[in-house]
């Protein structure tokens, strides 16, 4: 019988795929304290992962770990080094997000472009008479939106841009030209002059050495002064004291931050004050239909790997 460790609870539609198998057990932990962990891990074969920071010391506790399960897309809490050194499959939930984030991002543009709640606010103040004085706002339409990085959310992002008819850009040196005209986008191969004639930057890369600060003070000056910067991926892209100095002196329009370089980020983070920012607490993944399918396809991702039939595009080739 295969047992599993569940970290941090999963939608119900997880754990009920393993309750219909009779050769799998599982456990759900809360309490992540090292030393609890520790217990619980040792003679696990299976591991789901959210968002704790998954080490050398607790991927060595058990011998017979075959595969670690996250519960998302990313794995930059995964110590993939060991991961591969000890032979563990590590696995994504690559179909599961995609719709959710590239909502997320729409609704972060709109919330930029026509300013959060400032027509709300005026209403309910009692200013209504006072609108003529309040800044216009921009529209979507016909503006340039490069979206870096074009995997699942990238491909569902560019329909939904598509559809306010802006004129989408597409930064990702791993896919053919052929296949982002298909999807409606035109392919850039140079990002540093691509964000140039941008009016709308979405990032959607994976953090690595080549990604980490990517945005930085010289790539933030050289954007127009009507450009939104949205990030949805992985807070380590933008160089935060770069970004809070760049709005303050108006080189962009406004941001809008899914997640953070510190997550919680520290309460001393100016950029926290900026007025210029928009800000979610990482959870652009987080609606109903989005944790559903992220608990099923945790789950059946270890179900399938001990059945041998784990489905390729969930791997993460190390």
């Not at 563990?88 to 590239?102: E, G």
């Not at 472009?113 to 016909?142: A, C, Q």
């Not at 009507?226 to 080189?251: V, W």
Request: proline share 2%; glycine share 6%.
């Amino acid at each position: 019988m295969k047992k599993v460790l569940i970290i941090q609870n999963i939608h119900q539609s997880g754990i009920d795929l393993l309750k219909k198998r009779k050769d799998f057990k599982f456990e759900i932990i809360e309490n992540l304290d090292i030393e609890n962990l520790k217990k619980k891990l040792i003679d696990v074969d299976a591991v789901s992962l959210k968002t704790l920071k998954f080490d050398e010391e607790l991927i060595n506790i058990s011998k017979k770990l075959k595969i670690i399960s996250r519960h998302g897309v990313g794995y930059d809490n995964v110590n993939t080094a060991v991961v591969k050194n000890n032979g563990i499959q590590l696995t994504i939930t690559a179909k599961a997000n995609a719709v959710s984030v590239a909502e997320h991002v729409i609704f972060m543009i709109l919330n930029i472009s026509k300013r959060k709640n400032m027509y709300h606010d005026t209403v309910k103040s009692g200013k209504f008479t006072e609108r003529s004085k309040l800044p216009k706002t921009i529209e979507l339409w016909k503006k340039n939106i490069l979206i870096a990085g074009f995997g699942r959310i990238g491909k569902s992002l560019i329909k939904r841009c598509l559809g306010f008819e802006m004129n989408v850009f597409v930064y990702d040196p791993f896919i053919p030209e052929k296949e982002i005209k298909y999807y409606g986008g035109t392919k850039v191969e140079d990002f540093i002059q691509a964000v140039k004639d941008m009016d709308i930057i979405s990032l959607h890369m994976p953090l690595n050495e080549k990604t980490k600060n990517i945005i930085n003070q010289n790539l933030l000056k050289s954007m127009k002064k009507n450009c939104i910067l949205i990030n949805a991926a992985r807070g380590g892209l933008i160089n935060e004291t770069d970004l809070n100095e760049a709005l303050n002196r108006g080189d962009i329009f406004g941001a809008g931050l899914d997640v953070f370089e510190k997550e919680p980020p520290e309460k001393n983070n100016l950029l926290l004050k900026n007025d210029k920012a928009f800000f979610s607490p990482h959870v652009a993944t987080f609606t109903e239909e989005c944790m559903e399918r992220m608990g099923k396809e945790t789950i059946q991702n270890i179900i399938d790997f001990f059945d041998g039939k784990l489905d390729k595009s969930m791997i993460v080739k190390l």
